[in-house]
């Protein structure tokens, strides 16, 4: 089994680049073999998956996901990162199949890689997290497995059930694409520097998208407008979308809603109904 990083080269490595992880980047380095090696295995990484990473950072997890063999590519927004790790894993891992990208993933497209990615790994940055993996989920319908590591707050959201307090905005959206669940707590002594907040794992699976992009347009307008007013009844918290709030009950009731339910208490499947009684009406 070829070396990982740990705790001595990930400095050592910050040290030559004159790196000081920055919060504004969201830089957490992870320097433990056992959970880079955890988080390949959660996330269903084998020789045959062609892996997108965002934010490799140093390459600590970048490094677990190529021992396996897989084509990874990984898409780095900091230049001196970006042009270091290829001879970080060609150092370690001389037949490592590695395309390093230096680009923001929030704007990452198709034509920015070579091949399409069929599985999603990531420490991710915290403070893009959701509309990183938003994005990349609607840009690249071809992953169909996704394991990210996340501020534990933003994770539970992510998988949060319909009536949970959790349960919001990115909780729908995130479901509009496939299931989610909690993978498992990772504690803060495996980051380098220490974070000030807990972390775990997220898996996804993909399904099938109830619709096409008209409609996840109008769903997550809906989405947006019944969680900006959350305790608000669906009825008043969609009148500005609707003209008034009778206009809002007439719509919620065509689409078999109860115009006193509030968003937190609908799934995405009620969401798409809405949106689709909406359109049908247009």
């Known amino acids: ?60 997890l970048t490094l677990g996901l190529t021992e396996t063999g897989a084509p990874v590519t990984a898409v780095e927004i900091d230049g001196r990162l970006a042009a270091r790790l290829p001879a970080t894993v060609a150092a370690m891992q001389p037949d490592a199949r590695l395309t390093v990208v230096h680009q923001d993933a929030l704007r990452l497209t198709a034509a920015d890689l070579a091949v399409a990615p069929t599985h999603l790994v990531a420490n991710l940055p915290y403070n893009i997290s959701v509309p990183v993996l938003l ?25 949060a059930d319909p009536g949970s307090k959790v349960y919001g905005s990115p909780s729908v959206k995130a479901a509009w694409y496939g299931s989610w669940r909690i993978a498992g707590q990772v504690s803060r002594q495996v980051f380098w520097p220490v974070p000030n907040v807990d972390s775990v794992l997220v898996g996804f699976v993909r399904h099938d998208p109830p619709g096409d992009e008209e409609l996840r347009a109008q769903v997550f307008a809906l989405v947006d407008a019944a969680f900006q007013q959350r305790r608000k009844m669906l009825r008043q918290a969609l009148s500005g979308l609707f003209g008034s709030s009778a206009g809002a009950s007439e719509m919620l009731e065509a689409a078999g809603i109860a115009p006193t339910a509030r968003g937190e208490e609908l799934g995405v499947d009620e969401f798409v109904r809405l949106g689709q009684t909406v359109l049908a009406a247009a």
């Open 1 to 60: 089994m070829s070396a990982l990083l740990g705790p001595a080269e990930i400095r050592d490595l910050a040290s030559q680049l004159d790196v000081t992880p920055t919060k504004k980047l969201g830089q957490n380095f992870v320097h433990d073999a056992n959970t880079v090696r955890r988080i390949v295995v959660a996330g269903g990484v084998t020789a045959t998956s062609q892996v997108l990473e965002v934010g490799p950072g140093l390459g600590s």
């Open 135 to 159: 994005h990349l989920l609607a840009t690249f319908p071809s992953i169909e497995r996704s394991l990210v590591m996340v501020q534990a707050e933003v994770g539970y959201r992510l998988a």
